[in-house]
Every structure is written in C-alpha cells, then in structure tokens.
C-alpha cells in the first residue's frame, strides 16, 4: 500500500509543518512542568523559617474580636494550626494547653482552625483539653495558606521581632515544645 | 557491599552507552558484526542491574545498614516477605527495580528475537540502551541507593513507609505497575527502530503488537491492582480518586489501548499511520511523565511519599524523547502511507476511529485535569486542585461511549454495510443489553445512568459471545465437528482475536461494576458505645470490643464489630488502627466483608483511649467485587492473546 521508497533517510522529504506543530504541543508541556518544579507545594515551608510571619487578622472563636498577628507584637508567639478532623491534633491539644499555662506569662499561644465550623470547634474544644488560649477561626483558610500549612497540626514559633524562628509538622513532642520555645526568648 | 553495588551500577552505565552507541552505527551502518556487539552488550548491561538488584537486596535481607538505603528502609524489625518488596518502597530502590525490569524486558527482548527482524534490531536495542542509560545514570547519580551511610552506622533503621506493610497487595501491585511502563519501552524502540530505518510504510506495527500487549496486560493489572489496594487499606471506602498518579497510570493505558486498535485497522485498512505511530511515542512519553509525576513532587497525591530531587533530572529526558520523537515524526511524514479513505460511516473502520477519537479525548482531559492545578498556578498564581466531579463528567459519557463501540466495531462489517445489513449485525445484540437493563430495572435499578451502562454492556457483550459462536458453529455445520473440538480449533485459528473478545468481555464486567458501585454505595458513620449498636440499611453493627496488639513493628487496635442482616447473624468484622513506630498519624486496616453482591466495608475513625468507644465509617458497596473479578477476565485475555503458539512463532519470523 504504501508507495514511498524504504531505507531512505532524514532529510527529504522532512516536514516542517508537522515538527511546528509538534514543538508547539510539546514545548509548553515541558514549560509548564519545568514551572511545577520550581512550585513544589513541598518545599514552601523551608523559606519562611528566618522570614517575618505572613500578618493575619482573625475573628476569635470565644467572642468574635478580631485577633491581629501585630497586636501580639512584642511578645513571642506559638501559633498551632489545628482541626477537628484531625485525630494527632487531639493528642496534641491538652498538651499545648498545659504547655500555654507554664509559659504563657512569657509566650502568647494562639490556634488557628482550619476548615472547620464554630459549633464543631467548641464541641471540640470541650472534649479533648479545654480553652487555655485563644482560638482564631482562619474563613477560607487564607492564613494557612499564606504560612503555606501543609497538613495539620502545624506549628509555628515567632520570636517578638514577629520572625518565624522554627516549624513542626504533626504533633510537637513536649520536649520539643520546650526547647523550642526557649530559643524565643 | 555498597562499593559492589556501585561497581555493577557503574558497569551497567558504560555498558548501556556503549550499547546505544553501537546499535544506532550497527543500525546506520547494516553491520551484522555490530549488532552482534550490541546483543552482547545488552546481555552484559542487563546481567550488571539484575547482578545490583541482587546485591541490594542481599543488603535488605542481612540488614546490611551500611548501604544507605537499607539504613533509610530497613528494620530489623520488619518481617522477611517485606523487607524483601521494601526494594521498591522507596524512591531511590524503586529506580533500581525500575531497572531491573528494564534488564528482564531486554533480556527477553534478545532472547525472543534470535535470527528475527535483523535489519530492525540494532536500532531497537540502542533506543533501548538509550533509555537504559538514562536510567542507570540515575541510579548511579541523582537516586544513587548505594551510598555509604554515614558514619555511625546505626544498628537498626526505621523501616518502610507505614502504608507499604499495611497490605499483601502492596508486595504485587508496583511490579504489575512497573512492569506495564518499563515494558512500553520496548514497542516504543522497535517504533523508533521502523521510523530511523524509514520503515514505517504498511505492516509495520505487525511485529510490535505483542510487545506492546504485554505490557498492556501488566498495566491492566497493576491499575485495578492499584485500586483494590486502596480499598483495602486506605479506608475511605473506595478505590478510586482520580489522584494525579492514579491518572498517571491511566494516561498510558488509554493510549496504549487506542494504539493497540488504531494498528488493527493500520495493518487491515492501512488507514491511520501516522496517528498509529503518534500513539505509539505518546504512549511511552506518558509513561515517563507519569513516573515524573509521581517522583517529581510535583503533585500532591497520596502517593507523596516518592517525592525526591529527581525531577530536574527526568524533565530533561522526557524533554529529550518529546524533541527526537517529534522530529523522528516530521522526517517521517511524507512516508506514511495515507491509505484510502473510508468507505461509509456504517462500517468497522468508522467504529475504530471514533473509538480512537474518544480514546485521545479521554487522554486529553486526564491530562488536562490533572495539570490543570500546575496551569492554575503558574497563570495566576493560586492553588486550585481539581476534583473527581470534573473527571466523572467527562469520563461517565466518554467511557459509555467507548463501550458501546466496543460493540459496534466488532459488530460492523469491514467496508460497508447495508442498512439492513445494519439491523442485523446491531439488533439481536442491542436485545441482549435491553434485556440485561431490564434485570438491572427488576432489581431495583431506578436511574438512568447504571441502567444505561447496562444496556451498553450487555450489547457489547452479546455482540462478543456472538463473535465467539459463529466461527464455532460455522465448523460444527460445516466440518461436522463436535462442540469442544469446533471451540478448540477455533480458538487456535483466532487466538489473537479471542483474546480481544475475553478482554472485552472483562472491560464489560469492570464498567458495570464500576457503575454499580458508583450509583448505589451507602454511607453510615457514628460513634458506637461498647455493647451499642448501628444500624447502616439492613445491617446491624454492634461494637463488642477493642483490643491493643503490640505487633514488632507497630502496635493495633482492633475493634470487633458483630455483624448481622436483617436478623440473620454474619459472625464478627475487626477494623482496626495502627499506629506506626515512625509515623505521626494513625493508619487504619479497613475490614471489608465481600460477597458476589455487596462489601460492607468497615473503617474505624477513632477509637478512645480507654476502648469504650469507637467512631465507626460504615461503607456498603454494591458489586465491587466484579471488579477484581473484570481484572482476572481482562488479564485471562491478554494472555490467550499474548501466548505464543507454534505457528505464530514461525510467522513471526516472516511478519
């Protein structure tokens, strides 16, 4: 059927048009891709350690004020991204309360929730540890998203410049927590 | 230890260079000394990877924590089987395997092709070596899993990931996997191999049909393979969620099963060269862009914990296979016989098209929906993540589709067909899906999509029984033959063919399974006291009691939940939690209770400390089953396809 010569080489015969269109479907592909390396949602956490804190402005979940980044200036911060639907969160929490009322004459504990509802947060809050500090209600997860949360919990340790000195993902170990937080001051 | 790894690593890099190198002036030059070499070479560069495959897992199984991969994935507290498959659970060890399947693939490939289709092998083997090299230079670089641990060599490590030791799928379900995207590496050279030689007139798929089946029926596998596990051990009571890497997997699947219907009607009409030859080189291209995928860290999926610093590495390669494969294309064109056109849309060669049409818009828009979140971002910067809603959407009618012509195709006559030649060829068959849609409606299906993949299925699968019986009948009249001996010779005249219809019989299967548990999965969920109990449509759970087991490696807690139906006791189910040594999170062991109609499929939530409660996840999956039963049907198939024979073994040496 087919009537072209075999054996014959690159060359003659080459089509430009179709090595276009090729390229034109392929090259942005590769772009795009070389681009998605670059944006690895990974590796975002490592560049803010030593980097100022994102601000944020939050209603608090006991009274509906809005809670700054900035009015807590002054005084290191241990920020625990946390959420209902996380079971290590609930292992966590009545440690971190705890934790809040040894240091919190130095250190200002603040959680923020994440995709979730008031009522399920105070359910939970009643049931696993109590309310030792206050709890912000990130809408729309805008804040975890500019700290760049990848799971929960997350936590955050801002020394009073409001620079971000270190970060643990999952659950802080208790000596972690100390030692950690001993570095703030 | 390390030290010989590296060695044989090392070896097998400059082998496979060398390899490439030879086969393409072998391939330029016609020199039968050349391709000698080049055999040998690629014998040679095989035996060094299956030699370090060996040496690492001498490595996993003493537990030799010098080399820095057993540190980083072995225990000492591991069991045997899963140190042994914790070869491939991390990224570093999965790039070994990969190659030691490369090596097994090739050594077939030398072995298979003694004396055969000598002008073409030197070409395939050095595309082959090619990809070999590129693969061995990751090994020996960038995912290089003899490194020396540093110094103090501990004496025990952490072991594999959690999620890997959860489930006896996990042992089979890469290397099915691994063994589907390796082996497209082959079609992909003897592809390569006809472009370079300037053969890709007629007839020239003819040769590369089975290599590609084989790993068509390992992909097949490793898929559902891949979904069952999921099932099994992720808990969210299913088995598939359109991740990245799942999409990834599909990607070359669905055009590997359009290559293999596009050559159909390459080598009977000599229609779709071109096209044919593009599916062949899309088909590996997105088996490397899905290994980047799933390696790169580039997305976010489950499987991320493969994530490494190779992708810079691999983008080049597939950069470098995109660019050679799209000129190879345009210095290819004016060759490619463009056959004649189609006769009338009421015919075979129309179904194959728009079959092969719906099979690249299925392609696209996985592709297109699994990239779109890097698209998003890099255009405006935001995060999106595209859900199973936009892919059901499309994939519901475009799978419909595909399988109604799964019917049509085989059901229409090459050429034309008469109208009336139309009815007959459709109309007994389409009676067959209206009468398995209307069991369907008996039995309780009342929505439009379940029945409508009934009524397809059933058509597709009459018009293949019916494909099956008229050959068999045909010699029963006319030979005089019995039933068994007509099926038989039958069976060795078609095979290739039969095999397709058992294939299509087992797609049938999986897309009403899939329909079916789609359509009409249940969901319960509650917190159950000890001694309460819940009730989740006619099923009775009570919670009896939980349990710790201290297990080596981690330590469980297992609720027993008594189960009955309708008053009728079905025994106990134990889902439990594990929590691993080394992970932060616990990891549930769904139980799933399996029958040929439902799974009830249990999945504990959270379970109090002190074991007096439990929040229970209560899934009843209908048919799910036929799903893994499709996969056995679908695998069966390409085997009687693939299976050499004696005949197909002496013309193969003509084709």
Same mark, same amino acid.
């Given at each position: 059927m087919s009537a072209a010569p075999e054996g014959g080489r690159a060359g003659r015969g080459f089509s430009y048009k179709a090595l276009i269109i090729g390229l034109v479907v392929t090259l942005p592909l590769l772009a795009l891709l070389y681009m998605? &390396?670059?944006?690895?949602?990974?590796?975002?956490?490592? !560049? &803010?350690?030593?980097?100022?804190? !994102?601000?944020?402005? &939050?209603?608090r979940l006991s009274d509906g004020q809005l809670v700054s980044l900035e009015s807590l200036r002054g005084k290191p911060v241990i920020l625990n991204f946390w959420a209902t639907w996380c079971m290590p969160c609930r292992q966590e929490h009545p440690f971190m309360v705890s934790a809040a009322k040894k240091l919190g004459d130095k250190i200002q504990f603040v959680g923020i929730v994440y995709q979730d509802k008031n009522e399920m947060v105070n359910a939970w809050l009643d049931a696993y540890g109590g309310r030792g500090y206050p709890t912000l209600i990130d809408a729309g997860t805008k804040t975890a998203i500019a700290y760049g949360v990848y799971g929960v919990p997350e936590t955050y340790f801002i020394d009073s410049q409001g620079v971000i000195r270190d970060k643990v993902v999952g659950p802080v170990r208790p000596d972690e927590l100390f030692e950690l937080a001993g570095r703030l001051q | 230890m390390a030290e010989l790894g590296r060695l044989l690593i090392l070896a097998a890099l400059a082998l496979a260079s060398a390899g490439a190198l030879v086969g393409f002036s072998a391939g330029r030059s016609g020199s039968a000394r050349g391709l000698r070499i080049t055999r040998g070479l690629a014998l040679a560069f095989a035996a060094c990877l299956v030699g370090a495959t060996g040496v690492m897992e001498y490595a996993l199984i003493t537990h030799d924590f010098s080399v820095e991969?057993?540190?980083?994935?072995?225990?000492?507290?591991?069991?045997?089987?899963?140190?042994? +498959?914790?070869?491939?659970?991390? =990224? /570093?060890?999965?790039?070994?395997?990969?190659?030691?399947?490369?090596?097994?693939?090739?050594?077939?490939?030398?072995?298979?092709?003694r004396g055969r289709h000598e002008d073409m092998q030197p070409y395939t083997l050095a595309t082959i070596m090619a990809v070999g090299t590129f693969f061995t230079f990751l090994i020996a670089g960038p995912a290089n899993p003899f490194g020396d641990t540093p110094a103090p060599i501990p004496t025990d490590g952490p072991g594999p990931n959690a999620l890997l030791q959860n489930?006896?799928?996990?042992?089979?379900?890469?290397?099915?996997?691994?063994?589907?995207?390796?082996?497209?590496?082959?079609?992909f050279a003897m592809g390569v191999a006809a472009l370079l030689k300037g053969r890709s007139g007629a007839g020239w798929t003819r040769p590369l049909r089975r290599w590609m089946l084989i790993p068509w029926g390992f992909l097949t596998c490793g898929i559902i393979l891949g979904g069952w596990w999921a099932y099994e051990v992720l808990g969210w009571g299913g088995y598939w969620a359109w991740d990245p890497v799942e999409n990834a997997s599909l990607l070359p699947w669905l055009t590997a099963t359009a290559f293999l219907h596009a050559a159909m009607l390459q080598e009977r009409r000599g229609l779709l060269a071109g096209w044919t030859l593009v599916l062949l080189l899309v088909t590996f291209q997105l088996t490397i862009l899905?290994?980047?995928?799933?390696?790169?860290? +580039?997305?976010?999926?489950?499987?991320?914990?493969?994530?490494?610093?190779?992708?810079?590495?691999?983008?080049?390669?597939?950069?470098? +296979?995109?660019? @050679?494969?799209?000129?190879?294309?345009?210095?290819?064109?004016?060759r490619l016989a463009p056959g004649r056109p189609?006769?009338?849309? @009421?015919?075979?060669?129309?179904?194959?098209? +728009?079959?092969?049409?719906l099979f690249a818009a299925f392609t696209f828009t996985v592709l297109v929906g699994t990239t779109f979140p890097l698209i998003a971002e890099a255009a405006r910067g935001v995060k999106v993540s595209v859900g199973e809603p936009f892919f059901d959407q499309f994939a519901v009618p475009l799978g419909l589709a595909i399988v109604f012509l799964m019917g049509v195709g085989p059901a229409m006559p090459w050429g034309r067909a008469t109208g009336a030649e139309v009815a007959r060829r459709m109309g007994p068959p389409l009676l067959g899906g209206l009468v398995l849609a209307a069991l369907g409606v008996a039995l309780g299906v009342r929505d439009v999509l379940p029945a409508l993949t009934l009524l397809v299925a059933g058509f597709a699968v009459s018009v293949t029984l019916r494909d099956v019986w008229d050959p068999v009948r045909a010699r029963m009249t006319a030979k005089g033959e019995s039933l068994g001996r007509a099926f038989a010779s039958a069976l060795r005249r078609g095979r290739r063919r039969f095999g397709g219809q058992v294939v299509h019989i087992g797609v049938a299967i999986a897309v009403v399974a899939i329909a079916l548990s789609q359509s009409y999965q249940i969901i319960?969920?509650?917190?159950? /006291?000890?001694?309460?109990?819940?009730?989740?449509? /006619?099923?009775? =759970?009570?919670?009896? /009691?939980?349990?710790?087991?201290?297990?080596?490696?981690?330590?469980?807690?297992?609720?027993?939940?008594?189960?009955?139906?309708?008053?009728r006791d079905l025994g106990t189910m134990e889902p439990a939690l594990n929590n691993y040594a080394t992970e932060m999170n616990a990891i549930g062991s769904p139980a799933v209770r399996t029958s040929p109609v439902e799974d009830l499929y249990l999945s504990v939530m959270s379970i109090d400390p002190r074991g007096q409660s439990i929040g229970l996840r209560v899934f009843i999956n209908p048919a799910v089953a036929w799903l893994w039963i499709a996969m056995g049907v679908m695998v069966f198939g390409c085997l009687i396809a693939v299976w050499p024979t004696r005949r197909s073994e002496a013309s193969g040496a003509v084709a």
């Open positions: 998605g &390396l670059s944006m690895d949602p990974h590796r975002m956490d490592a !560049p &803010l350690v030593g980097k100022p804190a !994102p601000p944020f402005e &939050l209603h | 991969y057993v540190a980083h994935v072995g225990s000492l507290a591991t069991p045997l089987h899963i140190t042994i +498959v914790s070869l491939w659970s991390s =990224l /570093d060890g999965s790039i070994l395997f990969w190659g030691f399947i490369l090596a097994v693939y090739t050594t077939g490939f030398v072995l298979a092709t489930h006896a799928l996990m042992i089979i379900h890469p290397p099915m996997l691994y063994m589907g995207y390796v082996g497209m590496t082959i079609p899905g290994t980047f995928m799933t390696r790169s860290g +580039v997305f976010n999926s489950v499987h991320s914990f493969t994530q490494s610093p190779i992708g810079p590495t691999f983008l080049v390669f597939l950069a470098m +296979v995109l660019i @050679a494969s799209v000129v190879l294309v345009a210095a290819n064109v004016h189609i006769e009338s849309p @009421a015919s075979r060669e129309a179904a194959f098209i +728009v079959n092969n049409l319960g969920e509650g917190v159950i /006291d000890k001694g309460a109990t819940l009730t989740v449509s /006619d099923y009775t =759970l009570q919670f009896v /009691d939980a349990r710790s087991v201290t297990e080596p490696h981690r330590e469980r807690t297992i609720a027993t939940i008594a189960v009955s139906k309708g008053g």
